[in-house]
T-cell receptor, first 114, second 111 residues
Framework: EAGVAQSPRYKIIEKRQSVAFWCNPI?????LYWYQQILGQGPKLLIQ????????DSQLPKDRFSAERLKGVDSTLKIQPAKLEDSAVYLC????????????FGQGTRLTVV | GEDVEQSLFLSVREGDSSVINCTYT??????LYWYKQEPGAGLQLLTY?????DMKQDQRLTVLLNKKDKHLSLRIADTQTGDSAIYFC???????????FGTGTRLKVLA
């Protein structure tokens, strides 16, 4: 099966600009996650979708970050306006529904804010 | 709270065993996982253990779980240079299927 697709792979923007990331999960996977991984740290969950509904967005900085998952398939994560501290790798993952399902990760989008 | 802790670095010689440790906080976690991350790549699942087990062996990998102390470890036997990577433990929060990752342990294997 095809893996989780993310684009772009790399993005460099200036602070206060906007940026959007796209994720296409594995077909049939109901749960989709966006993680932020700052260099030297573990992935931090930003938002979790179940189909097109939000399950958890408690760590999403909602003043600047937004995410949507239309039709319960693809998802976009947007940052507006970006800050220097947003520089990180943004990882998308998807799983089937259930208590023990492997989370499949995309390769991530490396964002550099200058 | 939700916090998963790991030691940051581990260095071993090729052929030796590596032991990576993890402490988690959610006592109701039903599954615990070990993921591997190589440079520039996403995370790859290595193995997992169900909370009612205390040990699981999978080829060169052995996972030990101490539920009382909320301690998880990953032992890699006959460590190879290709095992050099960052290893993350993760727990899945019961009821939400939310994965919480540890801080990661960077394993360096010396030839």
């Amino acid at each position: 099966e095809a893996g989780v697709a993310q684009s772009p792979r790399y993005k460099i923007i200036e602070k206060r600009q906007s940026v959007a990331f796209w994720c296409n999960p594995i077909s049939g996977h109901a749960t989709l996650y966006w993680y932020q991984q700052i260099l030297g740290q573990g992935p931090k969950l930003l938002i979790q979708f179940q189909n097109n509904g939000v399950v958890d967005d408690s760590q999403l900085p909602k003043d600047r970050f937004s995410a949507e998952r239309l039709k319960g398939v693809d998802s976009t994560l947007k940052i507006q306006p970006a800050k220097l501290e947003d520089s990180a790798v943004y990882l998308c993952a998807s799983t089937r529904t259930g208590p023990n399902t492997e989370a499949f990760f995309g390769q991530g989008t490396r964002l550099t804010v200058v | 709270g939700e916090d998963v802790e790991q030691s940051l670095f581990l260095s071993v010689r090729e052929g030796d065993s590596s032991v990576i440790n993890c402490t988690y906080t959610d006592s109701s976690s039903t599954y615990l996982y070990w993921y591997k991350q190589e440079p520039g790549a996403g995370l790859q699942l290595l193995t997992y253990i169900f909370s009612n087990m205390d040990m699981k062996q999978d080829q060169r990998l052995t996972v030990l779980l101490n539920k009382k102390d909320k301690h998880l470890s990953l032992r890699i036997a006959d460590t190879q240079t290709g095992d050099s990577a960052i290893y993350f433990c993760a727990e899945i929060v019961s009821g939400t299927y939310k994965y919480i990752f540890g801080t990661g342990t960077r394993l360096k294997v010396l030839a």
